[in-house]
Protein backbone atom coordinates (compact mmCIF):
# COMPACT_ATOMS: atom_id res chain seq x y z
CA UNK A 1 0.00 0.00 0.00
CA UNK A 2 2.69 2.67 0.90
CA UNK A 3 4.22 1.80 -2.63
CA UNK A 4 0.89 2.94 -4.26
CA UNK A 5 1.07 6.43 -2.10
CA UNK A 6 4.39 7.05 -3.35
CA UNK A 7 4.09 6.22 -7.21
CA UNK A 8 0.01 7.92 -7.04
CA UNK A 9 2.25 11.06 -5.36
CA UNK A 10 5.00 10.78 -8.32
CA UNK A 11 2.16 10.30 -10.54
CA UNK A 12 1.15 14.54 -9.95
CA UNK A 13 4.98 15.31 -11.20
CA UNK A 14 4.63 16.16 -14.76
CA UNK A 15 8.91 14.77 -15.54
CA UNK A 16 8.08 11.36 -13.54
CA UNK A 17 7.11 8.80 -16.56
CA UNK A 18 5.61 6.20 -13.87
CA UNK A 19 8.15 3.62 -13.96
CA UNK A 20 9.81 1.42 -11.24
CA UNK A 21 12.80 1.30 -12.82
CA UNK A 22 14.92 -1.20 -10.59
CA UNK A 23 14.37 -3.26 -7.77
CA UNK A 24 16.51 -5.05 -5.31
CA UNK A 25 16.50 -7.25 -2.26
CA UNK A 26 18.43 -6.03 0.93
CA UNK A 27 18.57 -7.37 4.54
CA UNK A 28 15.98 -3.99 5.24
CA UNK A 29 13.62 -5.53 2.82
CA UNK A 30 12.88 -4.50 -1.12
CA UNK A 31 14.57 -1.02 -2.72
CA UNK A 32 12.79 0.51 -5.47
CA UNK A 33 14.07 3.19 -7.93
CA UNK A 34 12.32 5.39 -9.80
CA UNK A 35 13.75 8.47 -12.14
CA UNK A 36 11.85 11.88 -12.12
CA UNK A 37 13.32 14.75 -13.95
CA UNK A 38 17.23 12.91 -13.57
CA UNK A 39 16.81 12.36 -10.23
CA UNK A 40 16.60 8.81 -8.69
CA UNK A 41 14.18 8.16 -5.41
CA UNK A 42 14.39 5.14 -3.76
CA UNK A 43 12.98 3.66 -1.02
CA UNK A 44 12.82 0.83 1.11
CA UNK A 45 9.14 -0.84 1.82
CA UNK A 46 9.40 0.75 5.40
CA UNK A 47 11.25 4.10 6.26
CA UNK A 48 11.69 6.94 4.91
CA UNK A 49 12.34 8.08 1.17
CA UNK A 50 15.98 9.10 -0.62
CA UNK A 51 16.68 11.45 -3.21
CA UNK A 52 19.76 11.04 -4.99
CA UNK A 53 21.62 13.77 -6.10
CA UNK A 54 25.17 12.75 -7.39
CA UNK A 55 26.69 10.86 -4.45
CA UNK A 56 24.39 12.42 -1.33
CA UNK A 57 20.52 11.61 -0.81
CA UNK A 58 18.43 13.85 0.71
CA UNK A 59 16.05 11.77 3.08
CA UNK A 60 12.14 12.80 3.45
CA UNK A 61 9.20 11.56 4.05
CA UNK A 62 5.91 10.38 2.18
CA UNK A 63 4.51 14.10 2.62
CA UNK A 64 7.38 16.38 1.29
CA UNK A 65 8.17 14.25 -1.16
CA UNK A 66 6.37 16.44 -4.08
CA UNK A 67 7.72 19.63 -2.67
CA UNK A 68 11.13 18.52 -1.82
CA UNK A 69 11.38 16.94 -5.63
CA UNK A 70 9.78 20.06 -7.42
CA UNK A 71 12.41 22.71 -5.48
CA UNK A 72 14.91 20.68 -7.17
CA UNK A 73 13.90 20.21 -10.62
CA UNK A 74 13.19 23.72 -10.37
CA UNK A 75 16.59 24.74 -9.20
Known amino acids: M???S???KLKTIPEFDGSV???YQTRD???KFVTVGGLSIKWYSRGNIAIQIGD???ICGINELVSV???L???
Do not use: E, F, M, V
Request: glycine share 10%; charged share 35%; hydrophobic share 40%.
Open 21 to 23: INR
Open 29 to 31: GLL
Open 69 to 71: IQG
Open 2 to 4: RDK
Open 73 to 75: IRS
Open 6 to 8: ILN
Open 56 to 58: DDI
